[in-house]
């Protein structure tokens, strides 16, 4: 069974060690007990919206990102091919290569 609560803890997780942050430190930002952030990084606790939004004002994450990044680790859980939003740089550069050798030709 997949449980969200595990996700976005996860997520969270993942968005504040890519921060470079302490739980302590976003729990303070955010004003959030220690304790209660660190259930809900270990999905143990289920955040309300006003607690996921002072944490992502806290990481300098917008919370549409967090709920994006959920919904694609969802996703790949599920079984679905995840798409991304954008098209890697060197997918562009190669796509720009092969067009100037087309009208070379």
Do not use: C, N
Request: hydrophobic residues 45%.
């Amino acid at each position: 069974m997949i449980l969200v609560r595990q996700e976005i803890g996860d997520v969270l997780r993942d968005f504040r060690l890519q921060k470079g942050r302490t739980l302590r430190q976003v729990a303070g930002r955010a004003s959030v007990a220690l304790g209660y952030l660190s259930e809900v990084e270990r999905g143990q606790k289920e955040a309300s919206s006003e607690i996921l939004a002072a944490v992502a004002e806290a990481l300098d994450v917008p919370i549409s990102t967090i709920m994006r990044e959920v919904g694609d680790r969802i996703s790949v859980l599920e079984g679905l091919q995840v798409f991304p939003d954008v098209v890697p740089d060197d997918l562009v550069a190669l796509d720009r290569d092969i067009q100037s050798q087309l009208s070379l030709h």
